[in-house]
């Protein structure tokens, strides 16, 4: 691109929603174990396990980014109990098989962010993070213009999960 052409536009607004909106009262993961399934749909829950959820993030690092989250609010990986550790590891599993059915990633990151210093946005209910990787999906956008590309709305990144979830007879 020479000096004279103008570069395109990216609009990615729904940064903008996570950046101004008020910061929820509480915690989100207990609130939206509160609300039940009835509200699953909304709340972009993909699984309801015995112990442990199954959810999208509604601000992911990258498109399809999955949360595992016990139903205790807990904040460390050794105040839960062994079978709330197995459900999450399960969960995540699945959520691995049902990303590679869904969006066919390359890899795959999963962590534990313990505490604010560690990274954790959400520091008292621990959640592990299900961030699905394609070959060169880290280039000079985050970088240069703060911003990521998501190609695909969490609604129709849910509602496909959801079917693949069919598949699996959970």
Not at 20 to 29: D, I, R, T, V
Request: proline share 5%; aromatic share 6%; charged share 25%.
């Amino acid at each position: 691109m020479s000096e004279f052409q103008t570069a395109q536009q990216l609009w990615a607004p729904w940064r903008m929603e996570f950046i101004h909106a008020p910061q929820e009262e509480g915690c989100f993961l207990c609130r939206i174990l509160r609300e039940g399934p009835e509200k699953d749909a909304e709340n972009l829950v993909v699984r309801r396990g015995e112990r442990c959820l199954l959810l999208m993030n509604r601000y992911p690092y990258n498109g399809g980014h999955l949360l595992v989250a016990p139903f205790r609010h807990e904040g460390t990986l050794g105040a839960l109990s062994a079978e709330e550790r197995r459900e999450m590891l399960d969960l995540a599993c699945l959520a691995e098989r049902l990303l590679v059915r869904v969006a066919r990633p390359h890899g795959f990151n999963l962590g534990i962010n313990q505490g604010s210093a560690a990274g954790a946005g959400l520091k008292d209910h621990l959640h592990m993070h299900v961030v699905p990787r394609w070959e060169g999906d880290t280039n000079f956008m985050p970088v240069l213009g703060s911003v990521r590309v998501m190609p695909q709305a969490l609604e129709e990144m849910h509602a496909a999960l959801r079917a693949a979830l069919a598949h699996e007879g959970a």
